[in-house]
């Protein structure tokens, strides 16, 4: 499936929670997609880390984008799993994601999610999830 990055972006900003998040599609490929979104305070939780939910957004959305590589833009997440590995803190989230296998309505998909400081990146989750396709088939 051969869909450009600025029409994936377009796909991201139809997405009334990416905006709020501020959330950018760095890059977005059959080799794999790249989401960033900015640190804020008010997306910390009461010990100054980063939200695992905020965590877990970026992982599921990034892991959906690089399902939708394989398989098409109207796909949907049928379930996740994340692994938190250590507090995300800095100034940003980045989440790496790619296809481990596709067939012709699901895509397996993993995620690595880095915090981003000064220091460079720090890996803070993993994640692997399962992308399915909700297009119309035909006889369907």
Do not use: W
């Not at 929670?17 to 950018?24: I, N, P, V, Y």
């Not at 799993?81 to 012709?104: D, E, M, S, W």
């Amino acid at each position: 499936m051969s869909i450009s990055l600025e029409a994936a972006r377009q796909v991201l900003q139809s997405q009334p929670f990416s905006r709020l998040l501020d959330a950018e599609l760095a890059a977005f490929s059959d080799a794999g997609v790249e989401l960033r979104l900015p640190v804020s305070a008010q997306l910390t939780q009461q010990h100054g880390f980063v939200h695992g939910g905020v965590v877990s957004y970026a992982a599921d959305n990034a892991l959906t984008f690089a399902g939708g590589a394989a398989l098409g833009p109207a796909v949907v997440t049928s379930e996740f799993k994340i692994n938190y590995l250590r507090p995300a803190t800095g100034q940003a989230l980045v989440a790496r994601a790619h296809v481990v296998h596709a067939g012709r309505t699901q895509a397996v998909c993993r995620c690595e999610v880095f915090s981003v400081s000064d220091d460079g990146e720090a890996l803070c989750a993993v994640a692997q999830g399962t992308i399915a396709s909700i297009a119309k088939r035909d006889g369907a």
